[in-house]
């Protein structure tokens, strides 16, 4: 019989965490190959630090010839990016960011062995293991803690885009441990949020009564209590974030199989 009582806890990042720039760089550049070519191949990972992105990998395409025009177009893609991000800091701007672009052609010895050729299958060039689950305990069919913990930094991300919280940065953290009865979520146990802030004189309180009406907003009715814990930015001022403030590394990769 499985546990109907208990306590889950899930964590979220936002847009402008440097693992997510990271994530947001690879994934514009696999997006932009494969819309050019359906079968293209790519493993591209992105690095960030202060001032500096390092995209790197190779890309296997069915005419290699056309593997510098698509080239050309990569820095943009990354500045576009840090751009729609929201990053405009002093040593992370997307207008003056330094992009190093070390993406080259798929490794022969590696094609090989991915190519359908005769009678061969096409192969996969690596291996993973992912694991999830649906859920009926909300309705886009995912787990509560992690639904709410995504969604608290998606609002936040909204009213800092808007102009309506010109204090807000884009890096920032949230997690929620939610108890659960008879199998169902029923209230937030403890609520983490640590965001990034433009004036270094806004302290904790100050951050917590500009997100905490959001917040609210976002969960459901009932679900925070006299019993909740907050903490919200409980380091102290977080102005500098993002890359920055701590080095992001990511990697996307696709291999296209045939069944």
């Not at 701007?93 to 080259?104: D, G, K, P, Q």
């Not at 940065?169 to 659960?180: E, G, H, T």
Request: with cysteine; hydrophobic share 35%; proline share 5%.
């Amino acid at each position: 019989m499985t546990r109907q009582n208990y306590i889950f806890t899930s964590e979220s990042v936002s847009e402008g965490h440097p693992d997510k720039v990271c994530d947001r760089i690879s994934d514009a550049v696999l997006d932009a190959l494969i819309a050019a070519e359906p079968e293209a191949r790519v493993a591209c990972e992105t690095f960030a630090t202060t001032n500096r992105v390092v995209i790197g990998g190779e890309i296997g395409l069915a005419d290699q010839d056309k593997l510098q025009h698509y080239m050309a177009s990569i820095e943009d893609i990354a500045r576009a990016c840090i751009k729609d991000i929201g990053y405009e800091q002093d040593k992370f701007h997307h207008e003056t960011v330094e992009v190093t672009n070390l993406l080259h052609e798929q490794s022969a010895h590696i094609a090989q062995g991915v190519n359908a050729s005769n009678d061969k299958d096409e192969g996969a060039g690596d291996q993973g293991i992912m694991f999830g689950y649906a859920t009926d305990e909300t309705p886009e069919l995912m787990p509560a803690p992690i639904l709410y913990a995504h969604q608290i930094l998606k609002r936040l991300a909204e009213v800092r885009k808007s102009g309506q919280e010109p204090t807000l940065r884009p890096d920032a953290k949230s997690q929620l441990s939610l108890r659960y009865e008879n199998g169902q979520p029923v209230e937030v146990m403890q609520l983490v949020l640590s965001t990034q802030h433009a004036d270094e004189n806004q302290t904790s309180a100050d951050i917590r009564a500009l997100v905490e009406p959001y917040i609210r907003e976002v969960l459901p009715e009932g679900w925070l209590t006299d019993r909740t814990e907050w903490w919200v930015n409980p380091t102290g001022k977080f102005v500098i974030g993002g890359p920055d403030g701590d080095a992001g590394l990511t990697g996307r990769k696709i291999i296209v199989d045939t069944y």
